[in-house]
């Protein structure tokens, strides 16, 4: 256990130095990585070849075909980014949907020659997609707690819009002013369409069934598939272009990123193949910790396995047993152990987590670069909810 913990921030470093010193493609950094890792692991051949193939299936049907959707849309339609205020709120809104790396792969265009800008989108989506109901990270970890979805939303609002604003002003700190002010129309609908789709997903997903059951949240669910949302965007913007362009529609510019996409999402199941995430998280169970306790579990399992929702899952399984000893067993108790576990569920991302590298390309960023912005910048957005969500914890 200890020598597959040690394994990860080896595997991190190797993948910087074939990216940036050979000039490996980052997807085959990645396959080289995660192969290293698995026979460094104590993993057979077979079981590698197994976890890593799920892994990027999964990755380029539920996020890949965002990619390239919002690729076409860019060659299409868009050659400015979104203004700073409109892409705030685009970050906030997406955060709201059923994936995270789903709605910035679709966000792609709001960040095009603007670093400064993608970067704070990002960091606020990650705050309100942990944080925040109809998000499926707060409804997980409010069903698991028993907490009050309610009750957890009028409580982690607030703390979601904070911690936003936390990683908006460290992304202004950490990049250098965007050169271009961008530009809002009509175009953009092609991208928000299928963002609020996304929303309309997470909200049909909720166990209270919000939208109808049976048939209509089928529908409602159907429509925000991943392979319906890249059509409809590609189309929108073939017809809101108001001309054929097949040059733009033969464009692959998208491939490398695709390729990452996959290859992160391959590396990802691999490493929760070794089993170690959650042995790891239980290092965290010390009732003396208190709501560390939701928060350090979450982070690890996110750490070590790039999956959020599963770090929330994790956690909370872990932690609602212990809610009577870490003094959270009240209703207010739960809301916050749930929100906590949230919290942790933000860091820290990098190479192992789609978002990153998604993160990393609307950023113009090397993996060297993305890790002391991107990754300190989920860190720094999970810690600022931590300590809001701590002070909450002596008021109520």
């Given at each position: ?8 921030p080896?595997a991190?470093?190797?993948?910087v130095?074939?990216v940036q ?5 980052a997807?085959?950094a990645?396959?080289?990585?995660a ?8 993993m057979?051949?077979q ?12 990755a380029?049907?539920?996020t890949g075909?965002?990619v ?12 400015r980014p979104l203004?700073t ?7 906030l809104?997406?955060?709201l949907g059923?994936s995270a790396a ?6 792609q ?7 400064r ?7 606020a ?7 925040v109901v109809?998000?499926?990270l707060?409804v997980?970890?409010?069903a698991?707690l028993k ?23 460290f992304?202004?700190?950490?990049l250098p002013?965007?050169?271009?002010g961008?530009?809002l129309?009509w175009?953009?609908?092609?991208v ?5 789709l996304?929303?309309?997903q997470a909200?049909?997903?909720m166990?209270t ?15 925000s598939q ?5 059509v409809?965007?590609v189309?929108?913007?073939v ?6 362009q097949?040059a733009?529609?033969?464009?692959t510019?998208?491939?490398p990123?695709?390729?990452t996409?996959g290859?992160a999402?391959?590396?990802?199941r691999?490493l929760?193949?070794t089993?170690?995430p959650?042995?790891l998280?239980?290092q965290?169970l010390d ?5 560390l306790?939701p928060?350090?579990?979450?982070a690890i399992v996110?750490t070590?396995?790039?999956n959020?929702l599963a ?5 909370s399984?872990m932690?609602e047993?212990m ?11 739960r ?10 569920a933000?860091a820290i991302c990098?190479?192992?987590d789609p ?11 090397t993996?060297?670069r993305?890790?002391?912005?991107v990754?300190l910048?989920s860190?720094v957005?999970?810690?600022?909810a ?6 909450l914890r002596?008021v109520?």
């Amino acid at each position: 256990m200890i020598l597959a913990a040690l394994l990860l921030p080896a595997a991190v470093a190797a993948l910087v130095l074939l990216v940036q010193r050979f000039a490996l493609p980052a997807f085959l950094a990645l396959l080289t990585i995660a192969a290293a890792y698995g026979l460094a692991a104590d993993m057979t051949i077979q079981s590698i070849g197994r976890a890593f193939g799920l892994g990027f299936s999964a990755a380029m049907e539920q996020t890949g075909l965002l990619v390239v959707a919002a690729g076409l849309v860019r060659a299409l339609l868009i050659q400015r980014p979104l203004p700073t205020p409109a892409a705030v709120t685009a970050g906030l809104v997406a955060g709201l949907g059923g994936s995270a790396a789903g709605g910035l792969a679709l966000l792609q265009p709001a960040g095009l020659s603007a670093p400064r800008r993608a970067m704070g989108l990002a960091l606020a989506l990650l705050a309100v997609h942990a944080l925040v109901v109809p998000s499926p990270l707060a409804v997980a970890a409010s069903a698991v707690l028993k907490a009050d979805v309610l009750a957890g939303f009028r409580m982690t609002l607030p703390v979601a819009a904070l911690a936003a604003l936390g990683g908006w002003l460290f992304a202004m700190a950490s990049l250098p002013r965007d050169p271009d002010g961008g530009r809002l129309s009509w175009r953009w609908l092609a991208v928000a369409i299928p963002v609020a789709l996304l929303v309309v997903q997470a909200v049909a997903q909720m166990p209270t069934e919000p939208l109808g059951r049976g048939g209509e949240r089928e529908f409602y669910t159907g429509i925000s598939q991943p392979l319906l949302l890249a059509v409809l965007a590609v189309g929108l913007a073939v017809l809101m272009s108001l001309r054929w362009q097949p040059a733009a529609l033969a464009d692959t510019s998208w491939a490398p990123l695709l390729l990452t996409v996959g290859a992160a999402g391959g590396f990802a199941r691999l490493l929760d193949e070794t089993g170690v995430p959650p042995l790891l998280a239980e290092q965290a169970l010390d009732p003396r910790l208190g709501l560390l306790v939701p928060f350090l579990a979450a982070a690890i399992v996110k750490t070590m396995q790039g999956n959020s929702l599963a770090a929330v899952l994790t956690a909370s399984g872990m932690v609602e047993p212990m809610l009577p000893a870490l003094g959270l067993d009240g209703s207010a108790g739960r809301t916050i152990a749930a929100a906590a576990a949230g919290a942790g569920a933000i860091a820290i991302c990098h190479v192992n987590d789609p978002f990153f590298w998604i993160a990393a390309h609307m950023a113009g960023m090397t993996p060297a670069r993305a890790l002391r912005v991107v990754s300190l910048g989920s860190l720094v957005v999970a810690v600022l909810a931590l300590a809001l969500l701590s002070v909450l914890r002596l008021v109520l």
